[in-house]
């Protein structure tokens, strides 16, 4: 049986690799990858294996935008720390999951369930159809998303709505929420986690380290190696670089094309 481990998390990356080699060591396992864009180029130029495991956040782009720009046939196990609502769908659609810590009772239960899928040859000719589900569930599920943060001062304690917020920025691992008055406060979580809790339709995950509110944007252009330079309103004098991998989608959400 020959497998792709997508994980950007080192940690548990090895220690997924570690009890597969003890609970089926007969398994291969063909590669690892940690991004949206390694996971595209190698399957754009290989075939693909029986089975993934897949963590959900990436360090590009979340996993699911692999399966819009590759066509995938094999069985995925997802592994993810993600809420209930997309756990629910994973159900519905016939894909196991893991859920971190990673358990290794857990993983043989997902590993024979897989293997009993298989061997019946189930679902061989929806699994497309069933990716695609898991898709419109993810994004049409009615979730509620963050209004306000509670942030520290030096004495004290207050509140800023999430409305306020022009764009977050990260730096030495330090998360940073800047209002529309140019004031800046620190926010205790990850650009990832930001990006979970934010309305999609009013935030975008620009890069690695940012994420703009479409309230701040003024416009934008072209910009070296295929990315997008945002320019911001004022008083924002800087400005918000769009990965290549995310332009076409940041213009399909400044297009309202969902």
Known sequence: ?????????????????????KIRPEWEIL??????????????????????FMDIQLTDNICFSIFEQVEIKS????????????????????????????????????VEKFERIKSDSEKNQDDEKNYQNLLHALKRSEKTYRKRFLV??????????????????TTNRITFAVTFQAKEHIIDLTIGKLEEQLDPEVFFRANRSQIVNIEAIQRFESFFGGKLSVRLIKPFKEKVLISRLRAAEFKSWLNDSY
């Open 152 to 169: 520290a001062g030096v004495n004290t304690f207050y509140k800023i709505e999430t409305s306020d917020i022009a764009y977050f920025y």
């Open 75 to 110: 069985h995925v196990i997802f592994t993810t720390a993600y809420n209930e609502f997309a756990i629910q769908a994973f159900k519905v659609n016939s894909v196991d999951y893991l859920l971190k810590p990673l358990k290794e009772e857990n993983l043989i239960l997902a």
């Open 31 to 52: 590669a690892t990858f940690e991004s949206v864009e390694q996971s595209v180029d190698w399957l754009k130029n290989n075939q693909e294996p029986d089975l993934f």
């Open 1 to 21: 049986m020959e497998i792709i481990i997508i994980e950007d998390e080192l940690h548990s990356r090895r220690l997924l690799e570690g009890m597969i080699h």
